[in-house]
C-alpha cells in the first residue's frame, strides 16, 4: 500500500513538474513571439519616419530654393516666424508649398506613428529630428515657414535614431550600438 502511495505521489509530482515546464515553455515562447512583431513594428515605424523626415527636409529646402529665386531673400522669414503669401514682393510659383505642405503631413503622421509604437528612447530621439525641422503651421493654405534647416542638427538627431534602431530592432543587439 506504502509503494503504491509512493508511486501515486511520484506519479502526480511528475504530472506538475512536466505541466508546469510546458506552461513556462509556452508563456517564454509567447513572450518571445510578442518581442519580436514589437522590434518588426518598431522597425517599420522608424524606417517610415526616417524617410518622412527626409522627404520633408528636401521639400522645405527645395521650397526655399524656389521662392528666393522667384521673390528675392526678402521673401523669407529669419527668424523662423511664418511667411506669409501677402508679404511677398513678387508672386510665388503656382502650387507654392503644395510640396512642403504635404511632405510635414507625411512627416507628422510618421511621428505619431512613433509615439504610439516607438519606445521611450525612439520618442525622444524623433522629437529631437522634429525640433530641427520648420515647425506645423496651423491657419491659411499660404502660411509657411521656410527657415532653412540645419544639417548638421538634423544629421546629428537622425543618426540618434539610427542608434535606437540598433539597439531596439535586432534580435541581438550590437555592442556598438
Given at each position: 500500500?506504502?509503494?503504491?502511495?509512493?508511486?501515486?505521489?511520484?506519479?502526480?509530482?511528475?504530472?506538475?513538474?512536466?505541466?508546469?515546464?510546458?506552461?513556462?515553455?509556452?508563456?517564454?515562447?509567447?513572450?518571445?513571439?510578442?518581442?519580436?512583431?514589437?522590434?518588426?513594428?518598431?522597425?517599420?515605424?522608424?524606417?517610415?519616419?526616417?524617410?518622412?523626415?527626409?522627404?520633408?527636409?528636401v521639400a522645405d529646402?527645395?521650397?526655399?530654393?524656389?521662392?528666393?529665386?522667384?521673390?528675392?531673400?526678402?521673401?523669407?522669414?529669419?527668424?523662423?516666424?511664418?511667411?506669409?503669401?501677402?508679404?511677398?514682393?513678387?508672386?510665388?510659383?503656382?502650387?507654392?508649398?503644395?510640396?512642403?505642405?504635404?511632405?510635414?503631413?507625411?512627416?507628422?503622421?510618421?511621428?505619431?506613428?512613433?509615439?504610439?509604437?516607438?519606445?521611450?528612447?525612439?520618442?525622444?530621439?524623433?522629437?529631437?529630428?522634429?525640433?530641427?525641422?520648420?515647425?506645423?503651421?496651423?491657419?491659411?493654405?499660404?502660411?509657411?515657414?521656410?527657415?532653412?534647416?540645419?544639417?548638421?542638427?538634423?544629421?546629428?538627431?537622425?543618426?540618434?535614431?539610427?542608434?535606437?534602431?540598433?539597439?531596439?530592432?535586432?534580435?541581438?543587439?550590437?555592442?556598438?550600438?
Amino acid at each position: 500500500m506504502i509503494a503504491a502511495a509512493i508511486g501515486l505521489v511520484g506519479g502526480l509530482t511528475g504530472a506538475y513538474l512536466g505541466a508546469h515546464a510546458t506552461i513556462v515553455t509556452q508563456r517564454e515562447q509567447a513572450q518571445e513571439s510578442r518581442n519580436a512583431e514589437s522590434r518588426t513594428k518598431r522597425a517599420t515605424v522608424y524606417e517610415d519616419f526616417l524617410v518622412a523626415t527626409n522627404n520633408y527636409a528636401v521639400a522645405d529646402a527645395r521650397t526655399e530654393i524656389i521662392v528666393v529665386a522667384r521673390c528675392g531673400r526678402g521673401a523669407l522669414a529669419s527668424d523662423r516666424r511664418p511667411v506669409r503669401k501677402r508679404h511677398f514682393k513678387c508672386d510665388p510659383p503656382v502650387g507654392f508649398g503644395l510640396a512642403v505642405s504635404k511632405t510635414r503631413g507625411a512627416f507628422q503622421e510618421a511621428l505619431n506613428e512613433v509615439y504610439v509604437y516607438g519606445s521611450l528612447a525612439g520618442v525622444s530621439a524623433a522629437e529631437r529630428i522634429a525640433k530641427t525641422l520648420p515647425p506645423s503651421e496651423v491657419g491659411t493654405a499660404y502660411t509657411f515657414n521656410l527657415a532653412p534647416v540645419n544639417d548638421f542638427s538634423l544629421t546629428a538627431a537622425y543618426d540618434g535614431l539610427l542608434r535606437v534602431m540598433c539597439r531596439e530592432v535586432t534580435a541581438e543587439p550590437r555592442s556598438h550600438c
